[in-house]
């Protein structure tokens, strides 16, 4: 196993740094919160006062980091440990940033001999405390193979979506799409709903029929169709309203660099800005549903 | 066996009243077109020369109509034939038309002492003529009971989705969402293509992924990524453009009369609607995916 | 002067009669309600207690009801008046219903040798005891011409829109355009604000570019831009968000019947369906300004 | 009158600087064209064969540049002129850019001691040759009142919008309106069209009305309604499609980063996007009218 540097010990970078222990690896780490370094040491990793020492040695870094300029500074800015790194080193950035962001990172490490992958996850917390998160990985098909080990005792599926940058669009596609199917699935569940209809059986027969999708099959948005999902339990836990802003942000972000025309997820776009504005950031994305649903009614 | 009468022998109900004749039924019908007739004569039904005449001495009458006039008038107009119909008939009306209508339908027959089913399909013509239509059905569980042994002549799904007019609004809502699954995934299918991924790659990653749904699974708007769908014969068969409009206008109306908020839905109305109005009526309805991609670079 | 009959007189009709009766007009009046008769009655109408009694003797009749419905059935229904007017009698239905309904209803009396224009109004409450009423007229130039007299006593503006039921589909047309001109206003100006501008600055530039509108000129949806206006007394008073709702409703209808693409209008209609939804339906209608404030920021 | 140096020559920036010339002013000019130079000389401007040369000896600066990455790089580049300004310049730039990079530019400049406004202009290139521009000025208001000399020899309307960058703001929300103004309009006048209206008198009627805007006051969409607009010139001229959509792009941006939720804006834009991809990048932008005209009718 390679020696291995983790930056970055957030809600996600923390239980996915977890795993990595688990698995046997030895972890290099560091966050700018001492906390995220000392809860990983006790997990078995050697903590460093910052991030050049800590990549200092290894030969594979792994960052999860919160947007594009975190990760261009990270490596390439004032202190960056771009050149600090051994020349051949693979660095797997997880973090969702902007592709173009990945594809800069890439362009630059390539100056300095070195490999870098864009591998953005799904799952959230929870996949990442399982161990179950998809990563979808942009770069080179040789890197890819190489990083499978690694990844594989963070995750369970791997894709390999193109070259640098392509891990970030395929993951903002996907959300994209993930964003319009919860808006359309709750806008026609309402509709039945208030024609008459019963939410579960509407939902079995969409399930059976040519409107089957995701969030009917494992994340039904009304509450009490599904067991254990997030709309059961008042829209708690899940992914948040406002993580799926910042995706679909990085979506426009990416629609306007390439001149995609994408009048459905721009649509799902304001309905998630206006439930944001109305003060659900912070519940779970399924909670649109009630965007559809008759305030007055409960009055 | 009921005797049965079958009225409405068009691309539709042609073969559904084959499959009704193959399955041992015996079937007085009628149409509009002598042709229609003549056809069904040949598998072995008996052809009436107007619907009064056909529906004398059966207790189960089947119509599949192209719209709510139609039907009204079929069984309430002027020469309409539920006056002639014994006390107790069941009709099972297959036609997709507005809820209202057949609410409308169901109230003045319940006056009369008939029972009524309505009973839109899905699957097109070719699930017509393998007898493997969906039923959708609203009206009452004991007449659904009843009527399963002659729809399961014609199709292999049967669902009931509540009282009258549920059978309606149920299809319509799947329909409508369907809409929204289609020109969704589309659009973020070219994204991808713009920014450089590979079609067959990003549909991949999107079906093992929260991206997932029926147009992904076994109908890809983009060419070439499944064989055998009309993506990839140049949008030839398959589920033409302004029959998905007649049924989005379905939606509108039972939109407006529920005072639901439907904005995914009305915005892939518009998409298919514009789509039209550029030509593209009669092909399929995947073929809103050429909407995103860049006619300029064809020149 | 022509012996009138007005029937219907609630909000708006109850001050239209009132200027007709100040004009000098002798009015023989109907409505289903006691007081509104008992109160036309005061300002020296003859009050009759069914519609039928009121339109004997008279040659012109005035109807100011809500819906299509309550039309087709006051003139055509069973006890409808339309049989017991006298030949040639001239029919001005202020009512603002689906023109289909006012394309049947011109269709149906022309068989009776009776001739009618649909007027639809704007201007409100406000504009309807003012004297101040907007018509928009529908029907043949000769009986526009005609009609000009009675109409200008309770209104300053008179529009021939076309002919049977186009006044509907103007006015609907119009306000169809009056909901996207407010809801872009408001968002444009709330960008404004976001990105720290001047509301009233930016009104002022918007004014006199190419953003120029009727709702920036008198009607500034954002409060205390203009004096006098809704936004600036807590969005009281004006046009409630439930009245736009029903116009964009008829438009909805319009655009089925015509096969007419309107993106704009129906995303806006969901911009105002969504505003009711949550509570907001018997407030002016420009308080959809208050839709794109972040609601976090009061807390 | 300052010594004054004049950087991109471009349709709008050379016309422009004629109309300085012609009124008094001593320019210095430069551009990356030698024909663009060459032409200003003609109309008596003093050329230089590079940016830094031009504004040596000058204390008024202004440039007319593509995008923000142009703007920054003139003035902070590596070779950037900001260094040999004098201390106190004054620099207005007329470049419609993102905000942000206009609040960047200011910000650094300051720290130089130089002065900066942002004044984005309307009015295109008929405008910049009649000297009728609108400028929408951003930067302080002492700046602005200097600045007022210089701007009237280019332009009529002088608009003080607020701080830094307020002017791109201030430009970018009105055109994000006349965007909205333009498709709501289309949309409503074929409408009425569809319904057997003329296009003249239902202009005329929303002229009156509500629905009155600038679009139909000087711009109408709907071909020989109005006389000398490019609608009734087979939409040459005027403001192009790919330029509405270059400031729908920046009004994105705009809107990104201040969270607002701009769903009008966004639909026009993706209006405007596929109307574009469908070939129409060059013709004006009123010609969005024809997206809602029935294609099929053609045939």
Same mark, same amino acid.
């Given at each position: ?60 870094? !792994? ?5 594009? $300029?975190?990760?261009? @500074?990270?490596? &390439?800015?004032?202190? #960056?440990?771009?050149?600090? +790194? ?106 039945? !709903? ?5 939410? $579960?059986?509407?939902? @079995?027969?969409? &399930?059976?029929?040519? #409107?089957?999708?995701?969030? +009917? ?83």
């Amino acid at each position: 196993m390679k020696k291995t540097a983790f930056i970055g010990l957030g809600n996600m970078g923390g239980p996915m740094a977890q795993n990595l222990l688990k698995a046997g690896h030895q972890l290099h780490v560091f966050d700018l919160q001492q906390a995220a370094i000392d809860q990983a040491v006790q997990h078995g990793a050697i903590g460093f006062s910052n991030a050049v020492e800590a990549v200092s040695q290894v030969d594979l870094v !792994i960052s999860m980091l919160p947007a594009g $300029k975190h990760v261009l @500074d990270l490596y &390439l800015g004032e202190n #960056g440990i771009a050149k600090d +790194l051994a020349k051949d080193s693979l660095i797997i950035d997880c973090s969702t940033i902007d592709s173009s962001a990945s594809v800069q990172l890439a362009e630059q490490l390539r100056l300095l001999n070195l490999r870098v992958l864009d591998a953005p996850v799904s799952g959230g917390v929870g996949g990442a405390k399982a161990g179950t998160l998809t990563f979808i990985v942009g770069g080179s098909a040789y890197d890819f193979e190489e990083a499978k080990e690694v990844l594989s005792a963070m995750g369970t599926k791997l894709f390999h979506a193109g070259s640098h940058g392509a891990g970030q669009v395929a993951k903002i596609c996907n959300n994209m799409l993930l964003s319009v199917l919860m808006a359309g699935t709750s806008e026609a569940l309402q509709m039945a !709903i208030d024609n008459g209809l019963d939410a $579960k059986v509407m939902s @079995d027969i969409m &399930l059976q029929s040519s #409107g089957r999708n995701w969030t +009917l099959e494992v994340y039904n948005p009304c509450p009490n169709v599904l067991e254990n999902v997030p709309s059961s339990n008042d829209y708690q836990g899940g992914f948040m309203v406002d993580l799926m802003n910042k995706d679909l942000g990085l979506a426009k972000d990416t629609a306007l660099n390439s001149h995609s025309n994408t009048p459905m997820g721009d649509l799902a776009r304001n309905l998630y800005s206006e439930h944001s504005l109305q003060g659900n950031g912070h519940r779970d994305f399924s909670s649109i549903f009630e965007m559809f649903a008759d305030k007055n009614e409960k009055e």
